[in-house]
């Protein structure tokens, strides 16, 4: 053994099979039994293993007590001519060295772990706070999109709430202006057909038989007469302006009774104190009056229903009749009569903010139902 290898090792034992102790630089423990270890075993199967600091095992003991870093080295023994393993040779070198390497090393790792971690920490802060900023100003974005969209609602609903109005007053001033009509036809042409027609009936009194000309004329006045108060009835709605909704619905029921022999079911639900416009009301009276006309001519001999539903927020009237139907499809377009029936009653509904809805097949009967969302309004 060179110098500096003896200066190197500090002790040295030479184990045979069963973890006996053959020789040792410590004679106190040659002959001796030892637990084999792990290092031990691992040389006894043929491979060379080493254990630094590893110093606390019973056969380590005058090592461990020597204060020195050391390392244990196991390596196999092999008989020449076999190969095979015969002993294990045991040494505790001196690893001041190694344990500065350890230490620098340890120091090292450490070092790129924890500059690894800031970094990472760093690059995460940094993602993070990217994120932040960008959730933020989308937050932002989106927040100012939001008032915007609720300006906008809130726009639209204004010009909604004009639109009403305006179609409300329209309406309103509609009606006034065909009652206003329907009374100067009543006042003024009625009444001179009328006057001609006795003037005419004076004119021949006192012959006792009429030329047929005459005749002719006086039938002609008496149809003309007739054709023009039924225009003038169409035209007038009745003074309804301080009527309530249950007044509205008999006014409607009871004027087409005068002239249609369907009697019409009436049911009235809900409270009756709602207060409507001027334009609501006309609304119900004309929806009533077109459908339960609509129920005589189509539908003649057929049970008819009519339903008033008045809660605080909306009114709701059902017509229903079961006669033979129809296909809905032809109630959106203009009568060959050149009346505008369902389409135009669509249409008034629709304009003052209601809801209209016709439900019928053929053979199956018909449902039409109006309803109305009343809104205080001046009837000036």
């Avoid at 002993?87 to 450490?110: C, I, N, P």
């Avoid at 009871?254 to 249609?260: A, I, L, P, R, V």
């Avoid at 927020?313 to 059902?318: A, L, P, S, T």
Wanted: aromatic content about 6%; charged content about 30%; some cysteine.
């Amino acid at each position: 053994m060179t110098q500096p290898m003896r200066d190197r090792i500090v002790s040295f034992k030479f184990w045979k099979q069963g973890g006996v102790i053959a020789h040792a630089s410590d004679p106190t423990i040659i002959g001796r039994r030892f637990d084999p270890t792990d290092d031990l075993s691992r040389a006894w199967s043929g491979e060379i293993s080493g254990s630094f600091e590893d110093l606390d095992h019973a056969e380590s003991a005058a090592e461990a007590a020597l204060g020195i870093p050391l390392l244990e080295v196991y390596s196999p023994i092999r008989e020449l001519w076999s190969g095979e393993i015969i002993a294990v040779a045991e040494f505790y070198e001196k690893a001041e060295q190694l344990e500065v390497d350890m230490a620098r090393a340890r120091r090292t790792s450490w070092l790129v772990v924890g500059s690894a971690f800031a970094a990472s920490t760093i690059v995460l802060f940094s993602i993070v706070a990217i994120g932040d900023n960008t959730i933020r100003r989308q937050g932002r974005l989106l927040e100012r999109r939001l008032k915007e969209s609720e300006q906008m609602a809130e726009q639209n609903a204004r010009l909604r709430s004009r639109v009403v109005e305006a179609s409300e007053r329209y309406a309103t001033q509609t009606d006034r202006f065909l009652k206003k009509l329907g009374s100067e036809l009543h006042d003024g042409p009625a009444q001179y057909l009328s006057l001609a027609a006795l003037r005419l009936e004076a004119a021949f009194s006192d012959r006792p038989e009429k030329p047929a000309e005459a005749e002719e004329i006086q039938q002609s006045l008496q149809k003309s007469l007739a054709e023009i108060r039924a225009l003038s009835r169409g035209l007038s709605a009745p003074d309804i302006d301080n009527l309530a909704l249950i007044d509205v619905v008999k006014r409607a029921i009871e004027d087409h009774s005068e002239h249609s022999p369907l009697r019409p079911d009436v049911s009235l639900q809900g409270s009756q104190m709602i207060e409507l416009s001027v334009s609501d009301k006309l609304c119900v009276f004309r929806f009533l009056q077109e459908t339960l006309s609509n129920a005589a001519r189509y539908a003649p001999n057929s049970r008819c229903t009519v339903i008033c539903e008045a809660h605080n927020d909306r009114v709701v009237i059902h017509v229903n009749d079961d006669g033979p139907g129809f296909d809905p499809s032809d109630g959106k377009v203009l009568r060959d009569d050149g009346g505008q029936g369902l389409l135009g009653l669509r249409d008034r509904v629709e304009s003052i903010g209601g809801r209209f809805e016709v439900r019928s097949s053929p053979g199956k009967g018909t449902s039409v139902t109006m309803t109305l969302f009343p809104r205080k309004m001046s009837t000036s």
